[in-house]
């Protein structure tokens, strides 16, 4: 531990080079995080603040963050409280704001220091200590409480932390919200900051702790989108595995408590591990091989598999398939929810998806008769379609980033109502979710979508990169063609909803937008063949390259 570290930054490559080592240079992640005062820009991107641990996201900035989010409440702003869905400041006192976090580095830490600013104001709290995102959503709802702070950065690496912030419908806080406290807190950022917070001293915070997922199974209960002893029947009585793979989240426990304890269903990376063993904790590919091997190795005639991001808002299926494991992502999922709950369990609406999402789905629709809402990257975007209230209401709401959710359940992605609904797609349909797959298929065409993206120089994050990219819709016009993979394609549309979608005649087409929380430039793809999905990713990436270089 005698090593000098410049900066939070430096010390961060030095623990993720080799993290069974780095762990013990946690400590002095914790030194930075709390001693640095440098102000940060604070963006709300699809899914919350985000920023690294020590560098941007400090003790400080979370104080600042906080702090914002109190300033709006007292100023009862009339738009502001609409758009939260509260009266107004003495309303949200009353209602309370639910705080926790994911089971990160300093998640805790974290969340007292906004429970103590949140009470000295006078705001009711609620505890939830380690908790899931949909938790939270769902929380909000049976508490009626005014809203939440979860602190968790979802899906993103180790060495990143994050605030989302949820009104009090449950779902992720609208622009209309998070504008204001991006600019009241950009503004404090701009002050003295010192001076804003150096008296502000977090007390040794007593508060009303919380039991979310027990409120959770409740909420699952009333809603009846799902229908749990159905679930559970079919896990007792018939010949299954089901492996579901937690990766150090706080995922960890949820499905032991709404089905129960049962060796049918096997549990991997359940330990606390701040590192996640040194992977990107997210729901992809080559994050699966233990969930595979776990079905592999079985004989079991019903095999599932899922993997789950740490806040549990995220989700990637494997499955049998004859007698090979085949990976569901979510393009397909989605599209095979709106199926089996529009078919089988007779819910009659829209389907909402995101707009890089597969057309699989589309064609689904089309011959079903349902139409097909298509929204900006972000699962916010999906609250019109969701609300009870909704004179177009969705049966299910998905983007191809492994979230999901559906008809009367709550307006946040959620990873666990997505694992148990493919429970009870087995249940139903007496089909392996790869066999009901291939039938749909069979039926509706084949398509054949994937996602990737680049890094690009924090500084780029926000506007700056917006610019850069919006290069690209000022050079590409409809009927102008673009070489992909040795053959000319001739550009059918450009849709710019979210970021340049560019659709070619074939069919196939890709989507180029910037992350609204990482310094990454994401592309989202779909060709007609499995072979042709290289040549697509190639070009995306080609064209971005040249409008950053410019």
């Given amino acids: 531990m005698s090593q000098q570290f410049e900066n939070a930054a430096a010390c961060w490559k030095t623990i993720l080079s080799d993290v069974s080592k780095g762990k013990e240079f946690l400590p002095v992640i914790e030194k930075f995080a709390r001693e640095n005062m440098n102000p940060s820009k604070i963006v709300f991107g699809t899914s919350g603040w985000r920023g690294e641990i020590g560098t941007d996201f400090t003790f400080n900035n979370v104080r600042i963050v906080t702090s914002a989010i109190i300033e709006a409440f007292r100023s009862n702003d009339r738009s502001f409280m609409q758009a939260m869905g509260v009266s107004g400041f003495d309303e949200i006192k009353k209602r309370g704001v639910i705080v926790g976090h994911d089971n990160r580095f300093l998640g805790r830490e974290f969340a007292m220091e906004a429970i103590g600013l949140l009470q000295k104001e006078g705001i009711r709290t609620w505890y939830a200590k380690e908790a899931t995102t949909p938790e939270f959503s769902a929380g909000i709802e049976m508490l009626k409480a005014a809203c939440s702070i979860n602190l968790t950065p979802s899906h993103n690496p180790a060495n990143y ?42 007390p040794s915070v007593k508060c009303q702790e919380i039991d979310l997922t027990d409120l959770y199974i409740k909420y699952i209960l009333e809603r009846k989108t799902l229908d749990l002893e159905k679930i559970r029947d079919f896990i007792n009585n018939e010949d299954c595995i089901i492996c579901v793979d937690n990766v150090h989240g706080a995922t960890r426990g949820r499905i032991q408590r709404i089905l129960g304890e049962t060796l049918k269903i096997k549990y991997l990376r359940t330990e606390d591990d701040y590192l ?26 019903f095999k599932l598999g899922a993997i789950m991001d740490p806040d549990g808002d995220r989700i990637r299926y494997a499955a049998r398939y004859s007698n ?39 064609a689904i629709a089309e011959k079903l008769g349902i139409k097909v809402i298509e929204t900006k990257v972000g699962f916010k975007n999906f609250r019109p379609y969701m609300l009870s209230t909704s004179s177009e209401r969705a049966i299910v709401a998905f983007e191809e980033s492994d979230g999901i959710s559906a008809y009367n359940h709550t307006l946040e992605k959620d990873a666990l109502f997505g694992f148990l609904l493919s429970i009870e797609m087995m249940a139903v349909t007496g089909k392996n979710l790869g066999e009901y797959l291939k039938g749909i298929m069979d039926e509706y065409g084949y398509y054949y979508p994937d996602r990737s993206g680049i890094e690009v120089d924090r500084s780029f994050v926000g506007e700056p990169l917006l610019k850069k990219l919006a290069v690209i819709q000022e050079k590409y016009k409809k009927g102008d063609a673009i070489g992909i993979g040795g053959q000319e394609r001739v550009i059918k549309d450009i849709i710019t909803v979210d970021g340049i979608k560019i659709v070619f005649d074939d069919g196939s087409w890709l989507m180029i937008r910037p992350s609204g929380t990482e310094p990454k430039v994401r592309f989202y793809i779909e060709a007609r063949t499995e072979e042709g999905k290289k040549a697509v990713f190639e070009t995306a990436e080609r064209i971005t390259k040249e409008a950053l270089s410019n």
């Fill in 276 to 301: 996640f063993g040194g992977i990107a904790p997210e729901p992809s590919e080559k994050n699966m091989k233990g969930v595979e091997s776990v079905l592999r190795e079985s004989a079991a005639l």
């Fill in 324 to 362: 090979n494991i085949v990976q569901i992502p979510m393009n397909y999922f989605g599209a095979m929810s709106l199926h089996f709950l529009h078919v089988y369990k007779k819910i009659s609406g829209i389907v909402a998806k995101s707009v890089g999402t597969s057309n699989f789905v589309n």
């Fill in 161 to 202: 932390a994050g605030f989302k912030f949820n009104s009090s419908d449950g779902g992720p806080a609208g622009t209309e919200i998070t504008s204001v406290i991006e600019e009241t807190a950009n503004r404090m950022m701009g002050l003295s900051v010192k001076c804003q917070v150096s008296s502000v001293k977090c």
